[in-house]
């Protein structure tokens, strides 16, 4: 690459890339951008975060940098970086270095090295293994980076044995670029993948979390997917993926419901507005995961999967956990697999309100989700039958929004509190409140506003159905 070039490329991060580059050589040390950060700026994707490398131990850049960052913190300085910011840059340096997993231990073993070359050999892909060294700009390029960039094509600096030996985690890694990036996977890359696909159940749970994650909120998650049922990885990362395969939709639409799954996916993620959304991204692809379980062969060979939806999200629940998702992203993902399939009792749209009101009830924060979800879950090639669907989803969210308007849906409460219902019953804190404020929230959405007084002789009735004595 030109001199010419890189300046151009350089001139989007300078100065805090030169400045640091000085700071370092004028004591005595090395620096260069590398890995992501000179992928992603040969691609014009440059953000903010900035990834360098040094033959500095760790120790040593804290004093350097430590008067010239705006903050530092060390959170990852048992593996060798030191993160700093910089106005609005957010760069991370860390020592050459070269590491490699015990066969026994979930956690990689760090070992510093002396050489940018050697750095750049232990990278897990040849994109990933481009540096610039700073302030010079000399770019180094030693296993081809800006050829298979030029390619769009995922391979190793050494052999991918090698590679994934030292960390399996890259095979996750190159399903997610694939994702990322839009690029393809070697053959070699893949052969290894499928032949080493067992060494991932080393790697922690976290670390696989956080690659397919990415993966799922990539520009192109049908190729990571695919790349990582194909090489058996999602046999033991996603398991309820691949098991999608070996069953065929009840209605004989599709090849198979993995097809399905990765249309429905693709099709909600159409429906985006805002960028990715993981919650959505993530029920789209669990949704039909209670299938395999709930299989049943019906007469005149049609097959059928009751209460599929019950049963994944049970498995999706179990899952995300151990997977380490966030409580609230698990609970989010499991509900919509839930509930996916309410809108097909809707029919023709015989719903009274009432059912119309539990409906946004139980969708709760969840309704704006649901509707994507439910219409991206339509995938038959009948188009009467597709356009027919959308025009009745098209009325029951007009009927959404009449009963909002009026009612303020969105926001039901029953009539009464639970300071009222214990005055009115002459009780104290305790579960039987909790049996009251249920019984008016059923009430409320079955009939609507009755008002205060109405909510009052139904709750004294209740109690005397339940042979609750009023105080």
């Not at 940098?65 to 700093?84: K, M, P």
């Amino acid at each position: 690459m030109s001199d010419s070039n890189l300046t151009q490329l350089f001139r989007r991060i300078a100065p805090v890339a030169d400045e640091l580059g000085e700071l370092f050589a004028d004591r005595g040390h090395q620096l260069a951008l590398v890995g992501g950060s000179v992928r992603d700026i040969l691609l014009n994707r440059i953000g903010n975060d900035l990834d360098f490398t040094t033959d500095a131990r760790p120790e040593r850049v804290l004093e350097i940098v430590r008067d010239w960052a705006d903050s530092v913190w060390t959170i990852g300085i048992d593996f060798g970086t030191v993160g700093v910011r910089k106005g609005g840059w957010l760069v991370e340096i860390t020592t050459y270095r070269s590491e490699s997993y015990d066969p026994k231990s979930r956690k990689p073993e760090v070992m510093y090295g002396d050489t940018l070359e050697a750095d750049l050999e232990r990278r897990d892909f040849a994109v990933n293994a481009m540096a610039v060294r700073v302030p010079t700009h000399e770019f180094v390029d030693p296993y081809g980076g800006v050829s298979d960039l030029t390619a769009k094509v995922l391979r190793t600096p050494g052999t991918p044995q090698q590679s994934f030996d030292d960390d399996p985690l890259r095979m996750l890694r190159a399903a997610r670029f694939a994702s990322q990036l839009g690029f393809t996977v070697a053959d070699e890359v893949q052969e290894a993948m499928t032949a080493m696909a067992e060494r991932i159940e080393i790697v922690s749970a976290e670390r696989i979390r956080d690659e397919l994650d990415k993966l799922i909120c990539g520009a192109h998650p049908r190729e990571g997917l695919k790349l990582l049922v194909d090489t058996g990885l999602a046999a033991y990362v996603l398991p309820e993926l691949p098991k999608l395969r070996l069953e065929i939709d009840e209605h004989h639409r599709h090849k198979d419901v993995y097809e399905h799954t990765l249309i429905v996916l693709e099709q909600a993620i159409a429906q985006e507005q805002a960028g990715p959304d993981r919650v959505l991204r993530w029920a789209a692809l669990m949704h039909d995961v209670g299938k395999p379980k709930t299989r049943r062969n019906e007469p005149g060979g049609r097959v059928s999967f009751h209460h599929h939806e019950v049963v994944g999200a049970q498995l999706t629940r179990k899952r995300m956990q151990e997977l380490r998702f966030p409580k609230e992203v698990v609970a989010d993902v499991s509900r919509l697999v839930e509930l996916h399939l309410r809108f097909h009792g809707y029919g023709s749209g015989e719903w009274t309100d009432s059912a119309v009101r539990r409906y946004v009830r139980d969708a709760d924060h969840l309704l704006d989700r649901l509707h994507k979800l439910t219409r991206a879950d339509c995938t038959t090639r009948n188009k009467r039958k597709a356009a027919a669907l959308s025009r009745t989803y098209d009325q029951l969210e007009e009927r959404i929004a009449r009963l909002a308007d009026e009612e303020e849906l969105a926001k039901i409460r029953p009539e009464l509190d639970g300071n009222e219902i214990q005055q009115i019953l002459g009780i104290g804190p305790g579960p039987l409140v909790g049996k009251a404020y249920k019984f008016l929230l059923d009430l409320r959405l079955d009939q609507g506003v009755l008002g205060k007084e109405a909510a009052r002789e139904a709750l004294r009735q209740w109690a005397k159905e339940n042979g609750v004595p009023l105080g």
